[in-house]
């Protein structure tokens, strides 16, 4: 008869998905470069302007600055934009901590809107209904490697003249009808976090076509020196948040490789939400049509507990991973109920601070349905693997609910 691994049967899966992060010679190669080099820093060295280079280039855009995370590149992006104390920001409260902490590191504050459950991204819809006198910029969340609605944002961007910060952190090289994630807004911003689809274990880059944001972003990453300046003369209050010419070499590897190993992932994505899509209580996230091209950062699925006996999501999660196959529930709460927001420590050492939002009055329905009840995520390194890996894959989903009474 059979048993549920978390019940002692066999398990569908006992081979490991291939391992994250990816790595060759390549990244050896380069590192000893440049340790022989003895120019290991970002102002001494090249790597990282070479790399800033190419991955600008591979994205269309003019200009590229990298820093030591996404979080430093998107508070960078919006101060550079003259974002700060008083205004307010609009953006989905389904995405990463991140997102919003850079925004209040500006002074200014985040305004939550719901997310669209076909395509978990930011919906278009609610970013209107939530601009106010105080609205200066919306920053949509490429969730997943999943690029946003750009068209529709854009143009509400540009009727309320507001600028847009692209938080592209999941999003190399995806698409909305042709166009680079990233492209769109005034910025994007990515991140080379050990998860992501191209690391250097920290670090990530702005992207922008505006020079004065470039300009404005480079110095804000180098303790407020400009360009062609004095070397002790600081014109903006900015930071140390440069990266090493160590990162610069791991990265201008990791992008050598990251064509082919987009593709896989793309490929055994979409062959994948093909095998879900037969099961019933699994659905993957809507096709669209104008996303010419999926980065595969996250695969994600809604799970309906009403075919699975009214199992909750954690039962299945913890089913699924007992039969091989490593799942995730994701965000458990929405960014509006994270304790920093719950209770307004905004201040010093976690003391209270009052930045014109009431953090307790929200509740985003798609937002809570996501963390508690539906999305069931699987990472990147999974869709590195084979055909049969993915209908693995799928078997184990069909046997966890074939045997769901028992979870």
Known sequence: MEKLAIHGGKPVREKKFPEWPFWNQDEIINIIEVIKSGKWGYNEGSKVKEFEKKFAEYHNARFGICMNSCTTGLKVALLSMGIGPGDE??????TFFASASSIIETGASPVFVDINPYTYNIDPEKIEESITDKTKAVMPVHFA????????????????NLVVVEDAAQAWGSEWQGEKAGTFGNAGVFSF?????????EGGIIITDDIKIAELSRAYINCGRMENKKWYEHYILGGNWRPTDFQGDILLAQLKKYPELKSLREKNGDYLTQLLKNIKGIEPLKKDENITSHSYHIFIFKYKKEFFNNKPKE?????????GIPASPGYSIPLYKQPVFQNNSFGPAGKKKNIGVNYNSYFLP??????KEEAVWFKQNLLLGTKNDMENIAEAIEKVKKLSSEI
């Open 89 to 94: 920001v609009i953006l989905p409260a389904y």
């Open 145 to 160: 490697g999943r690029t946003a609605p750009m068209d529709k944002i854009m143009k509400i961007a540009e009727k309320h």
């Open 193 to 201: 976090q050990s998860s992501k689809n191209i690391t250097s274990a």
């Open 315 to 323: 039962n299945f999660i913890k089913a699924l991973n007992a039969e």
């Open 366 to 371: 798609e937002t809570e349905k996501a963390c």
